[in-house]
């Protein structure tokens, strides 16, 4: 696997990347403040569109001539109810979709995240595309910080996810990032959120009014970020027993009878070890609930997927880690710790 990122043929990568370096495959532009929406689409080579095009297939029949030869016809047939996702500037296919299937644009993409905030302008870390554009990922930092203790701040970021290829349905995601060691929890996948207000969709029916709902839901999106300060303080309040923390890590990786437990201990001891790291000892927050969760992040974020297969790449491990924390099994045990957590101080 590699790092997929979109490559023109020039050489030009479509990704864009502000204040750092461009993640882990050196591909990108990179630069000193995140832009607005224009500047970033620009600087990701994202000004391209999506457009339909009918598909046709060549049907080769064989009849004889008068003479009574052989010949071969090639007749030029109409494929019905399908239609190609073609990138406007370069004319590459990048998918085979129904005529059902509605594009979302990368332009409605960034409008999208622009609109979520009614004062203030959101700035962009971080878009791009991958495998020629199947695939597009926007991440638009919001304006406001939050300060759970006086020296512990979380940025607020909006991700937003989208497939040209008709495999991949639009995601969007709200996510806090721990500024202190770059922590991430996805407020999409808390437990307490119904699958239907995880905020993905489909390309049928009608995208603008999918768009619209969503937006709407998204416009919860600051009083997610609200509960979230709130609950987060309030975790940051509570200090926890020494058995009381290790319950909470026991409960996460419990024993299973009739197996090998060895992996378990050894997961259990590292968090309850990060509890005692020195971005978990902050003041206001040692030995805390907030502490608890924040070494059970940092464990999922930075340790848990380390000793990946040797088989793989260092490309390929990074991508398996970054898909974890996001979206699959490490973001599901964020979302079991931080209800475990809750469940402490409740």
Not at 172 to 180: D, E, F, G, N, S
């Amino acid at each position: 696997m590699s790092h997929e990122i979109t490559i023109r043929k020039n050489g030009f990568a479509e990704a864009m990347y502000a204040g750092l370096e461009p993640a882990w495959h050196g591909l990108g532009q990179v630069v000193d403040e995140a832009p607005t929406s224009a500047d970033a689409m620009k600087l990701a080579g994202l000004l391209w569109t999506v457009e339909q095009h009918p598909i046709q297939t060549i049907v080769s029949q064989e009849h004889m001539d008068e003479e009574g030869n052989p010949k071969i016809e090639n007749d030029i047939v109409e494929i019905p109810d399908r239609v190609a996702n073609v990138r406007s500037d370069n004319h590459s296919v990048l998918g085979v979709v129904g005529c059902g299937y509605r594009p979302v644009q990368n332009c409605e993409a960034f409008s999208f995240v622009d609109d979520l905030i009614e004062t203030g302008e959101i700035r962009y870390e971080a878009a791009g595309s991958l495998r020629g554009g199947k695939t597009i990922w926007l991440l638009g930092k919001m304006p406001e910080r939050i300060f759970i203790t006086e020296q512990d701040t979380t940025d607020q970021y909006i991700l937003f996810t989208n497939g040209h290829d008709g495999t991949r349905a639009v995601h969007i995601l709200p996510t806090a990032v721990r500024v202190v060691c770059s922590n991430t929890l996805n407020l999409a996948m808390r437990k307490t959120q119904s699958t239907s207000r995880r905020m993905t969709f489909v390309h049928t029916g009608n995208i603008r009014s999918k768009l619209d709902e969503a937006r709407q839901m998204l416009g919860l999106v600051n009083r997610q970020f609200e509960s979230y300060a709130i609950e987060a303080k309030a975790m940051a309040s509570v200090t926890l027993t020494s058995e009381q923390r290790s319950d909470y890590c026991f409960k996460l990786f419990p024993n299973i009878d009739g197996q090998n437990n060895t992996r378990r201990e050894k997961t259990r001891a590292e968090i309850m070890s990060l509890m005692n790291d020195q971005t978990n000892t902050l003041a206001g927050m040692r030995g805390t609930a907030w502490a608890a969760l924040n070494a059970v992040t940092q464990y999922v974020d930075h340790s848990m997927t380390k000793n990946i297969s040797t088989k793989r790449t260092v490309l390929e491990q990074s991508e398996h880690r970054m898909a974890s924390t996001i979206v699959g099994h490490g973001a599901r045990i964020k979302a079991e710790a931080w209800e475990n957590a809750l469940a402490l101080i409740s």
